[in-house]
Structure formats: C-alpha cells, structure tokens
C-alpha cells in the first residue's frame, strides 16, 4: 500500500510542480520595434525641420531608445524621456493629462508624483491589442503640437494605436 501511494505521489509531482511554477507573462515593446518608432519620428520632426530627442520607456519605466538630433538642445533628452515615462506610466497622451490637471485645481497632485514625469504635449502611451507596452516622447520641437505629430509617425510606422 504504501509502495503504491509512494508510487503516486512520484507520477503526481511533476504535475504540481510545474502548475506551481507557472509565470504570469506580459507583452512588451521589443527593442526592434522601439528603434524603428523613435527613428520614424526623429526622421519626421528632422524632415521638417526640427532638431528633437527621441525617446522610448518600457512600460516599468525603464528607457529602452533615446535618439538626439545633431544640434538638438541640451534640454530635449530630458524632456523626450519625461514625456515617454508619463505616458508608459499613466497609459495616457501627455497632452491629455495636462488638460485634465488644468481643467480642475484638485488634479494639480499629479505634477509631483514622479519627479520623471514631464506634463506638456509630445508624449503617447504605446500600445497593441489595447496592451500598454510602452510609451513614445519627443520634445524640441516649437510646440507640443508638432512633437505630438512626430511621436504619432513613430506608432504608425509600427502599427501601434
């Protein structure tokens, strides 16, 4: 009897033992991907004219892509990196999240939750399949309108909504 619970329990551990290994997984923004996007809109804002950084952020925040332009300003990597983590991290356009902050004095908490975070236009989440995986900053440009524009060559070159 108790050879045969021995044997049992043998032919049962590997069943349990892989149902308790089990991980979760997640998409993500494979570099691949991330180059072609921050080089899409570098391109876009440059063939206009603009001089801007580039930037992509994993969804954990971590920055997977940062391109400057010759001639950029010193300012522009910051600001491309701020956009991208804002938006990887809130899952929103940063153009957005500024109006919703001015639109009602409460919200204005959400400039100081991550010294990282940079609220002014030029900033989309990435995503697929309605998946955040990423975020997309461009800053340098004359206005938030025309790094916005550029950030949106860069998911469409991709696929990304």
Do not use: W
């Not at 001639?71 to 957005?96: I, L």
């Not at 990282?116 to 697929?128: D, N, S, T, Y």
């Not at 440009?141 to 916005?148: C, F, H, L, Q, R």
């Amino acid at each position: 009897m108790i050879r045969t619970l021995s044997i049992a329990a043998l032919l049962c551990a590997p069943i349990v033992a892989s149902a308790a290994t089990a991980l979760p997984s997640a998409p993500y923004l494979p570099l691949e991907l991330a180059t072609k996007a921050a080089q899409t809109a570098l391109q876009t804002c440059s063939d206009q004219g603009y001089n801007v950084s580039v930037a992509i952020v994993a969804r954990d925040g971590s920055t997977k892509v940062l391109l400057k332009a010759d001639n950029a300003g010193p300012h522009t990597a910051s600001s491309a990196q701020g956009k991208a983590f804002t938006s990887a991290a809130m899952g929103r356009d940063t153009a957005g999240l500024a109006n919703f902050i001015a639109s009602e004095p409460a919200n204005n908490g959400l400039r100081d939750m991550d010294s990282r975070m940079v609220i002014q236009a030029g900033g989309l989440p990435i995503k697929f399949d309605k998946a955040l995986v990423a975020g997309i900053g461009v800053g340098g440009a004359p206005s938030g309108d025309i790094d916005t524009s550029c950030a949106a060559a860069g998911l469409k070159a991709i696929g990304a909504a």
